[in-house]
């Protein structure tokens, strides 16, 4: 059994406002539409099985940079964008948090009955997985939410939550079908002895699929072993930090964005009028549609596109945000129709940064970027869980040119 990565988060409450609610459904629903457009459902499963991915896609949407409730919320914003057009882009979403994820038996056999998938297989997977984590896996997290995402193949992603009250921690689990040889069902029906607390018993004899696994693991070549290891820890502190940006890649965003030779690039590929700060989060969001698994690694770094609803690192620049998803709307529906030019030019914003990345060395300054956003939130509509943010005197032009590095 493999689970293709975890990721540990520090547990946040509240909920997510209905202005950024209605946002992340309608982004995600074009993000999700892009890859399937380039690269087909089964490539969005391969991506939702990434916990960096995933933590880089909640970034994006405007969610908290690193808390648990990413997690809740992107699931639940894909759900409502993905269902409703799952003939159209060969997915559904199943299940979620407390009560909804006891009905992913349910939704799974009536899509099913819809579509001929094998339901009962799906629905022996979906139990299964929550089982090995919440039951064989025991590392003090109790499992309260369970999203079941399937192709139009068959093929799905699991991505799963659990809780420890103790630590005020919570681990997200990510599965993904083709890495799944075989599961361990219930190896722990009676442990014999005094009791330790909490242990995983590998010496028992059900457990040999545990053992084998381990042991096909460390005849691997250590490099293997680091990319099946693909474990995310999120900090505490709520701030977004220096040492939590990869500088120089947002470096080449940033210069992607303002400077003047690249401005006028992007203005011919894109929509007239479209300023500097929107091709910021756009090529953001082109990373995210289609960047390489090593690009995910500083997940903090995808924040800098829309900001979080706690105001970390800047309010949601909610114009910025509603133009994001004009112009990602508007290349969808121009493929569709056989028309691919807008959706090739987003894709050209992530491979033009990567090229600034290679031939440049723009360090991006992290905490002069977040004081810009901050002095610029009220002309963007900047908006936090409190409300929206009050207007500035002194905020530069856009047009100047930004000492951020």
């Known amino acids: 059994m493999n689970r293709s990565g975890t990721a540990d988060l520090p547990l946040h409450y509240g909920t997510v406002p209905k202005w950024l609610s209605e946002r992340m459904t309608a982004l995600g629903r074009e993000i999700v539409s892009a890859i399937v457009e380039d690269y087909g459902p089964d490539e969005v499963l391969r991506r939702l099985s990434d916990p960096f991915w995933f933590q880089a896609l909640g970034c994006v949407l405007g969610m908290d940079w690193h808390s648990s409730g990413i997690t809740t919320s992107v699931t639940g914003a894909l759900k ?164 939590h940006v990869n500088s120089k890649r947002l470096g080449a965003v940033l210069t992607l964005a303002y400077e003047k030779q690249y401005r006028e690039f992007t203005d011919v590929l894109l929509l007239p009028g479209v300023g500097p700060r929107t091709i910021q989060s756009l090529s953001l969001v082109s990373e995210v549609i289609h960047g390489a698994p090593g690009r995910f690694d500083d997940p903090a770094r995808f924040a800098f596109a829309h900001g979080g609803k706690d105001g970390a690192p800047f309010p949601v620049p909610l114009k910025i945000y509603d133009e994001s998803i004009s112009v990602l709307r508007n290349a969808v529906n121009r493929a569709r ?57 002194d905020i530069k032009n856009e047009g100047e040119q930004l000492s951020l590095f």
């Open 80 to 243: 409502r964008a993905i269902n409703p057009l799952s003939s159209e882009l060969g997915l559904y979403v199943c299940g979620g948090r407390g009560k909804h994820s006891l009905r992913t038996p349910q939704e799974l056999m009536d899509h099913s009955g819809k579509t001929g998938l094998d339901g009962e297989s799906l629905v022996k997977a979906s139990k299964l997985s929550a089982k090995v984590d919440n039951t064989c896996i025991l590392d003090g997290f109790s499992l309260y939410l369970h999203t079941f995402i399937v192709s139009r193949d068959g093929n799905w992603a699991v991505v799963q939550q659990g809780m420890n009250q103790e630590t005020r921690m919570a681990r997200r689990y990510h599965w993904h079908s083709k890495n799944v040889r075989s599961f361990v069902d219930d190896p722990h029906t009676a442990v014999i002895g005094a009791n330790q607390g909490m242990i995983i018993n590998l010496s028992d004899s059900r457990a040999s699929d545990n053992r084998r696994g381990i042991t096909e693991f460390l005849l691997q070549h250590p490099d293997k072993q680091l990319q099946e290891l693909r474990h995310l820890t999120m900090p505490s502190p709520h701030q977004v930090r220096p040492e």
């Open 337 to 393: 129709l056989g028309n691919s030019d807008k959706l090739r030019a987003i894709q050209a914003l992530g491979k033009l940064t990567q090229a600034i990345e290679r031939r440049h060395e723009p360090f991006a300054d992290v905490k002069k970027v977040i004081r810009h956003e901050w002095k610029n939130s009220a002309k963007y509509g900047g908006m936090t869980i409190k409300g929206p943010v009050a207007e500035k005197k």
